[in-house]
């Protein structure tokens, strides 16, 4: 059984992926590298196959019609067979020195007496064009160098948020808490994070900058002018993380507040992207996301809707909107637009 598994969803790739892949076979046979071709019309699939080949111990190609990102995590988690499972973006990559430190603190957990749960470690926004880079580091937040619970930490700040660049789940948690992303939908990362943290009942922080976040594409989903244009799809992402949970049934007052604060910025992004467009018809659907939420948790919906966050996205009028536009820098700090 490998230690670690890694999916890489591939659509459309052959540019850069071979960077994220080389980045990750230093690992080596404790790692399982899942490259998932989700239907190109390029050179992956080749792409894939031919690294399959060259280290079939440690890379598989899984070829598949086109599902959208979700699919390919979804396919990724199927075929792992790692005690860990992680995903790395094809256009992203790792640091060599933090991995290594990775897989020894892995490791090390496995020979130990108590089963983790989630590997978090720093990521590194690798933004096209600036020279300092941003790291989104958690030290200020939780314990190092020691397996912890939600009971141990402290607060996040409002643009300190644990993303699925930073996290590392037990393969068997996300099956046991049947975790299954929607087919042909972007910005399910947050789903893939969110959805199985009330199941998370320890933790490990490790202090090292691993995960290397790329921006720069003007195709990359990220990108603001983009996100507005799928906006329906991250409005869907917005309404599955609402009816995931009710929040009462999360017992840990921690984790509780943090997965509101984690529901509060998505419902912040979703609703300064529907101002941004512009339109009476987005306008109007960030009106009826915000009673979604008050239909499905009124008292949540109220603890949201009168935070400052809140207040911010639902001022009257065209001033309002503008006033909201401030809460923008937050998203920014969040998504890193390029």
Avoid at 66 to 88: I, Q
């Amino acid at each position: 059984m490998k230690l670690l598994s890694i999916a890489i969803p591939c659509y459309n790739s052959e540019a850069y992926m071979r960077k994220c892949v080389e980045s990750l076979l230093p690992g080596g046979e404790e790692v399982e590298i899942i490259i998932v071709n989700d239907g190109s019309t390029d050179q992956t699939a080749q792409i894939a196959d031919e690294y399959a080949a060259a280290y079939p111990t440690i890379v598989k190609a899984i070829h598949q019609e086109n599902g959208g990102h979700g699919e390919a995590v979804n396919s990724g988690l199927a075929h792992a067979t790692g005690l860990y499972y992680k995903v790395v973006d094809s256009d992203d990559w790792v640091n060599e020195e933090a991995y290594k430190k990775i897989l020894q603190t892995l490791r090390n957990v496995i020979g130990g007496p108590q089963v983790l749960d989630v590997l978090i470690s720093n990521f590194v926004y690798e933004k096209q064009g600036v020279k300092r880079k941003k790291v989104m580091s958690y030290k200020n937040a939780f314990p190092q160098g020691e397996i912890f619970t939600w009971d141990n930490m402290h607060s996040l700040r409002k643009t300190q948020y644990i993303l699925m660049h930073s996290i590392i789940y037990r393969t068997k948690l996300l099956r046991e808490c049947g975790l299954k992303l929607p087919k042909h939908t972007f910005y399910v990362d947050n789903l893939f994070v969110y959805q199985p943290l009330p199941f998370v009942k320890t933790l490990y922080y490790l202090d090292v900058n691993f995960y290397r976040y790329f921006i720069g594409r003007d195709d990359q989903s990220v990108n603001e002018e983009v996100m507005i244009r799928r906006i329906d799809q991250q409005i869907r992402v917005n309404k599955i993380m609402i009816d995931s949970f009710d929040m009462r049934s999360v017992q840990n007052r921690n984790l509780r507040k943090y997965m509101m604060s984690y529901l509060n910025i998505i419902m912040t992004v979703s609703s300064i992207m529907l101002i941004r467009s512009g339109t009476d018809e987005n306008f109007e659907k960030k009106q009826e996301l915000w009673r979604y939420l008050k239909k499905k948790d009124a008292k949540l919906f109220y603890k949201l809707r009168f935070g400052i966050l809140g207040r911010a996205m639902n001022l009257p009028g065209k001033s309002g909107r503008k006033v909201s536009i401030a809460a923008y820098q937050i998203t920014r700090k969040f998504f890193g637009f390029n």
